[in-house]
């Protein structure tokens, strides 16, 4: 009688394996097939979580600047802006007689934030040099034409004041060469609020 290991060898001469041969074999495909698909999982798993962990698009930021009349409710006027965009809200000082400019800028989220205060005399209510407000320390400056103070962007969420007379002249200069005159959109004594409304997906 053969041998097992004749037999083996002579069951690979004709091709056919032995039944212990074949479901060996068939195990190692199975395992093999279960190892691919294992590793496919996470390939795939891995480039969803990838999708899932890539960052947004930055904000396009189409925002809206606008002045709201805080007593009666209602926009008073307003005025696209791009996130980054300065408006400087220009004036003449009650005292000093001297122009003041207020610097802001549309934040990418629809925020109000204080940028500098230009002037070039001191007056009630101007500061004299750097001050802390909140977490924000601000750079005083001296230069050529004036004093400069920087607010590094200082979160402000609204600005309120009072429209004035014309000898204020409280005008908004926006940064492609448009002006609006709190005046002409708002009563004597009315009581307006300065923001920015809107954000990335605000408008189509």
């Known amino acids: 009688m053969p041998s097992a290991t004749t037999r083996k060898r002579a069951s690979s001469a004709s091709g056919t394996e032995p039944?212990?041969?074949?479901?060996?074999?068939?195990?190692?495909?199975?395992?093999?097939?279960?190892r691919a698909l294992r590793a496919g999982g996470a390939?795939?798993?891995?480039?969803?979580?990838?999708?899932?962990?890539?960052?947004?698009?930055?904000?396009?930021?189409?925002?809206?600047?606008?002045?709201?009349?805080?007593?009666?409710?209602?926009?008073?006027?307003?005025?696209?802006?791009?996130?980054g965009d300065r408006v400087t809200l220009r004036y003449t000082h009650s005292v000093s007689?001297?122009?003041?400019?207020?610097?802001?800028?549309?934040g990418a989220g629809g925020r109000l934030l204080m940028q500098e205060m230009r002037f070039d005399t001191?007056?009630?209510?101007?500061?004299?040099?750097?001050?802390?407000?909140?977490?924000?320390?601000t750079?005083?400056?001296?230069e050529d034409d004036g004093y400069r103070v920087l607010h590094h962007g200082r979160?402000?969420?609204?600005?309120?004041?009072?429209?004035?007379?014309?000898?204020?002249?409280?005008?908004?200069?926006?940064?492609?060469?448009?002006?609006?005159?709190l005046l002409d959109v708002a009563a004597y004594g009315t009581r307006v609020e300065l923001g920015v409304q809107g954000g990335p997906r605000a408008w189509p």
Do not use: C, W, Y
């Open 122 to 137: 001191f007056g009630a209510n101007l500061p004299v040099g750097p001050e802390h407000i909140g977490s924000t320390t």
């Open 19 to 34: 039944p212990e041969v074949q479901q060996a074999a068939a195990r190692g495909q199975g395992l093999a097939r279960r």
């Open 139 to 142: 750079t005083f400056l001296r």
């Open 97 to 106: 007689k001297r122009p003041v400019d207020e610097v802001f800028s549309a």
């Open 155 to 181: 979160p402000l969420g609204t600005v309120e004041l009072m429209v004035n007379s014309t000898h204020s002249g409280q005008v908004l200069l926006f940064p492609d060469g448009g002006r609006v005159r």
């Open 43 to 83: 390939v795939l798993a891995a480039g969803l979580l990838g999708g899932l962990a890539a960052p947004e698009p930055e904000a396009g930021g189409r925002l809206l600047f606008t002045v709201t009349d805080v007593d009666g409710g209602r926009v008073a006027a307003s005025r696209p802006v791009a996130a």
